[in-house]
Structure formats: C-alpha cells, structure tokens
C-alpha cells in the first residue's frame, strides 16, 4: 500500500523568493513519484516525475524535485516564485506493480504575494 | 504530451436524472483509465480503474451501480452517475495511461452540479 503526507496546506510566499513543497511517501514497494499542479477548475497537469532514473528531477516552470529514500521524501522547490505559479500542487505516489494508479496527498496551495 | 479530452467540462442536472461523463484519448491508446473524485479544497480520491474490455475495479465505499463505468475501447472510457442527487456534487477527474510505470496523462475535469 501507499500513501502521501503533504506538509502544509497552504504555504504563501513572496514573489522571487524560493518555493519548497514538503512531500513524504510511504509504499511497500520501489514507487513511482510525481508533482501535479492545477489550476482552478481544471485538471492536473505533471510537473515532473521520479521513475528510478536520477534522483534529482528538473520538471517544467523551473521545478524540480529531489528523490530521498531515506528520508522517503520527494520535496519540490523552485528558486524564484512567480505570481503565475500559485495553484494546487500535488504529490502522488505510485507502485511500480500496479499500473499507473496514483495515490494523491491531500495537495498544497501555494499562495505568492506581490 | 498526450492528450485526454473529457466531456462534458460543466454539468447541471435535477435530482434523480443520470448523468455521462465521456473520457477518451485522443493520441494514443489507453489500456487503462482512471476515475478520480474531488471535492472542494481536498485531495483527488480514486473511484474506479478500468482495463479496456474488462469490468471496472471500484475502490472500497464506491457504488458500482451508483457509479457506471464503461471501457469500451482502448480509446474510451465513460462514466455513469445514476440517479444522482446533490450529494453527488463534485469535481471529477478522468486519466489515461498506455503502459505501466509512465505517465498517466488527466483530463480537463468535468463539474457536475447536482440540483
């Protein structure tokens, strides 16, 4: 079985200064790990995926996230926030063994301040 | 990427009347699809998997007769919200995936209202 904590709600931060998303996983198995954003009203869009290559994975908008076992993390950050990335941001795991369903953590909103 | 078109994005129904929620993807062929529910400021929870030509699996708590899916084709997969009433309000989510272990690409999402 898997699961997901996301550390934090909501977290606001000032625009340029860095972004840091906590994710933590649990799963029974070597997992499959993702970062999802969405927008209000729509569906998800992948920012960026941990599949057993590099554990440190650069995704799209200047994301990227770092692959820890064993602290069995998978924290994203971006350097430098942007009014455009406050969203929902969500993290979910995945077994290896069992297709791609995708458990989710209870998502963060990121809220960036002028 | 690929693409995963759902439809419809907005729907308003009475209570009582059943509504369908169509997924399909446009760019490739899905061999399984994904039902997710999302109600307002929570995570997604999944409904049901649904392997191309085979019974659809629901999560503990979902109704199957509640709660139709349809998967007919490696492009299409349908959902069925019967005799809905307002608590059946909510956000739903539909993805698509070709093999295991890749990305499992969303649809846009589709609102359903429930009066």
């Known amino acids: 079985a898997q699961s997901v904590t996301q550390l934090g709600s909501h977290v606001s931060v000032s625009e340029g200064a860095l972004v840091l998303l906590r994710c933590n996983y649990s799963s029974s198995v070597p997992p499959y790990l993702f970062w999802y954003v969405q927008y209000p009203n729509q569906g998800l869009q992948l920012l960026l995926k941990y599949t057993s290559a590099a554990t440190l994975v650069k995704g799209i908008n200047g994301f990227e996230a770092e692959f820890k076992k064993s602290e069995t993390s998978f924290h994203l950050t971006k350097p430098s926030a942007h009014m455009s990335d406050a969203a929902e941001y969500f993290c979910a795991v995945s077994a290896r063994n069992a297709g791609n369903m995708l458990t989710f953590g209870g998502g963060t909103r990121l809220m960036v301040k002028p | 990427g690929a693409v995963v078109s759902q439809h419809p994005s907005r729907v308003i129904c009475k209570s009582g009347t059943s509504v369908k929620i169509e997924c399909r993807s446009l760019?490739?062929?899905?061999?399984?699809m994904f039902w997710y529910r999302q109600f307002p400021k929570q995570s997604l929870m999944l409904m049901a998997t649904?392997?191309?030509?085979?019974?659809?699996?629901?999560e503990q708590g979902v109704e199957k007769d509640k709660f139709l899916i349809n998967h007919a084709s490696l492009t299409l997969s349908t959902l069925t919200v019967t005799s809905a009433h307002p608590e059946d309000s909510s956000f739903y989510i539909c993805?698509?995936?070709?093999?295991?272990?890749?990305?499992?690409?969303f649809g846009q999402g589709t609102r359903l209202t429930v009066v």
């Open positions: 993805s698509a995936s070709g093999q295991a272990g890749t990305e499992a690409f």
């Open positions: 649904s392997n191309e030509g085979s019974k659809a699996t629901y």
């Open positions: 760019d490739f062929q899905a061999t399984t």
